[in-house]
């Protein structure tokens, strides 16, 4: 891994979020422990890391054909909160906490987290 690349993608994605973004980590998908982070928070990475398996494990188990692993999830919360949830690799995700009042979502979703995912997928190899 190139720590030093992935702590420099992850400053540029927190700045293209134009102020909006409140933290972004990535983190270990097997102990949801941060190995870079802006403005993070290992409460968050837990929690994440947490929800993130708990929905794999109930995609697998409804046997509904879906596939095994998600590529991005995004939840909603009241007062403008989203969290992005993006696997990046077998070994790492990346979360994001955003303000939907400051931060364009346009810009999120076709902009800032497509450049970044294939570049954090270079630097984590």
Sequence with gaps: MNLKKVNEILQDAYEGFLGGCLGTDIFSRSSGMAVASVNGNPKACALFNFLAE??????????????????????????????????????????????????????????VIPEAVPKFREALV
Excluded: C, H
């Design 54 to 111: 708990r929905i794999n494990e109930s995609t697998r188990k409804s046997q509904l054909g879906l596939p095994e692993d998600f590529e991005i999830f995004m939840i909603v919360f009241e007062g403008g909160l989203m969290i992005f949830m993006i696997n990046l690799t077998d070994k790492y995700r990346w979360g994001v906490l955003v303000d939907t009042n400051r931060a364009s979502l346009g810009i999120a979703v076709s902009v």
